[in-house]
């Protein structure tokens, strides 16, 4: 139980795969003990709980850390794959949980680094989704109820954008398009304002925006799942980015383009100005994380805030990777990357976890790939300075968490950005030193010290290199 209570609080607001109260009260009753489904889905947020607990995600000191690792993440995740079925045996339509099982199972494995098992798990549930075809709403099961209803809108949104992000940072296939699925967004009402009896809300129907084109530009701040929706958003503008990156990189190779379409695609410019505007037009709340209250209902906000942060970020780095833009826009890009995330609580950024780390390491090998064409001395000095200080912010990060090794990745690509530069020397004359001067005096993140908030808000100094 106190381990289903830690994953409301530091899981739940990025992977809402579950309603709170109708949860609770199933495992209150141990009803995992007589459905194998359920038991399976419950070990494995068991597994992924205890894992974060173990990497030091948990901030709130009332919990009794050594009572919620006493069982080992590992005990729990075999238990999850030992309860699993044969996924080509057993049909996922009229269970839920079946499903549940292998998210769950697949965000562990990437909390502990097992990422074959990830990918593993991942593909399970893409299985059942494809071999009952639930992105479609009207194949789903008759009379499931709302909260089922909303429960299945969670879950298909959290993994395609989880899809979407593997895709991103481990340059695996995607799975799922976007422009393929009829599955609606989840109602933005928390959890304890509805319930198989109703919406329990003074708003009009139409304010219960649960269509991805309802939007219409707005987002509302009277939910945290207001911003969660809104994320979703971006991992779709994300996965066409994707792909126009990746046809990018097939016209630069000997491999097969399109045949038979020309693609006319929004230039990078209108893409990324779009992008901010919509970032721009958010609700405070969403785009500002207050310190960790330790209260759920207000920290879910600044949870989808640094989560948002953290989107929009890699969203531009993919455009940047793209190409367009003036030096100067991709040097400003490059410095507002590391800005946005040191302006996260650290907490937040621990809650998230490991997951996490990887998306900041994907974010600096995509600014790092920007060197397969020649660069000035200047814009090298800048990204430099950006990978360098986003290696340390790792780091920092890194401490407890499963051994990611994310920041030395970093690191060795600064070192062979190092190298090209040097052969880059060989072959051209070098800037003028006097450019190398004035970059010193402007470039913002030449201090000596970043600083971040611990825990207990207390200020924490860190070195950069």
């Not at 948002?308 to 030096?327: D, E």
């Not at 190398?436 to 290199?465: C, G, H, K």
């Amino acid at each position: 139980m106190s381990l289903t209570e830690v994953y409301f609080e530091i899981v739940y607001p990025i992977f809402p795969f579950f309603h709170q109260p109708t949860f609770l009260r199933r495992i209150a009753r141990a009803e995992y003990t007589s459905d194998r489904h359920l038991f399976a889905a419950t070990m494995a947020l068991c597994a992924l709980t205890v894992a974060r607990v173990q990497d030091q995600a948990l901030y709130n000191n009332s919990y009794d850390t050594e009572e919620l690792t006493t069982v080992p993440w590992e005990t729990f995740y075999q238990a999850a794959i030992r309860a699993s079925v044969d996924v080509t045996t057993e049909s996922s339509t009229q269970n839920l949980d079946l499903l549940r099982s292998c998210a769950l199972l697949s965000l562990t494995a990437v909390q502990c680094s097992k990422i074959r098992d990830m990918q593993r798990f991942l593909g399970r549930y893409h299985t059942l989704v494809a071999m009952d075809r639930l992105q479609d709403e009207s194949n789903w099961p008759a009379g499931i109820g709302i909260v089922e209803t909303e429960e299945r809108r969670r879950l298909f949104w959290s993994m395609y954008t989880f899809e979407v992000y593997v895709s991103v940072v481990w340059d695996s296939v995607t799975r799922v398009r976007e422009q393929q699925v009829k599955v609606s967004y989840t109602t933005e009402l928390d959890d304890e304002r509805f319930s198989d009896r109703g919406y329990a809300t003074v708003e009009s129907p139409a304010d219960l925006r649960q269509s991805p084109n309802s939007r219409q530009g707005h987002v509302s701040s009277k939910s945290w799942l207001c911003g969660w929706n809104f994320t979703t958003d971006l991992y779709r503008i994300l996965e066409h980015v994707m792909a126009n990156f990746r046809d990018r990189q097939r016209h630069q190779g000997s491999f097969p383009t399109n045949l038979f379409v020309d693609r006319s695609d929004a230039s990078i410019s209108s893409i990324r100005d779009s992008i901010m505007q919509l970032y721009h037009d958010l609700p405070h709340c969403f785009k500002e994380a207050p310190q960790i209250t330790c209260d759920p209902a207000s920290d879910r906000f600044g949870f989808q805030a640094a989560n948002i942060i953290a989107t929009v970020q890699l969203l531009r780095m993919m455009l940047f990777a793209s190409g367009g833009g003036s030096l100067e826009e991709r040097c400003k890009i490059a410095s507002e990357v590391i800005d946005a995330f040191t302006r996260i609580p650290v907490p937040y950024l621990r809650a998230i976890s490991s997951p996490l780390l990887y998306h900041l390491a994907g974010t600096g090998s995509i600014l790092g790939s920007v060197f397969e064409e020649p660069m000035t001395e200047l814009a090298y000095e800048q990204v430099r300075v950006v990978l360098l200080a986003l290696a340390q912010l790792l780091e920092n990060l890194e401490s407890g968490i499963h051994a990611t090794k994310s920041a030395q990745r970093l690191r060795d690509l600064v070192g062979q950005i190092d190298q090209y530069m040097n052969t880059q020397r060989d072959q051209s004359s070098s800037i003028p030193a006097k450019l190398a001067s004035e970059f010193m005096e402007e470039w913002p993140w030449t201090l000596d010290f970043m600083q971040f908030t611990d825990s207990r808000n207390s200020p924490v100094e860190y070195p950069i290199p």
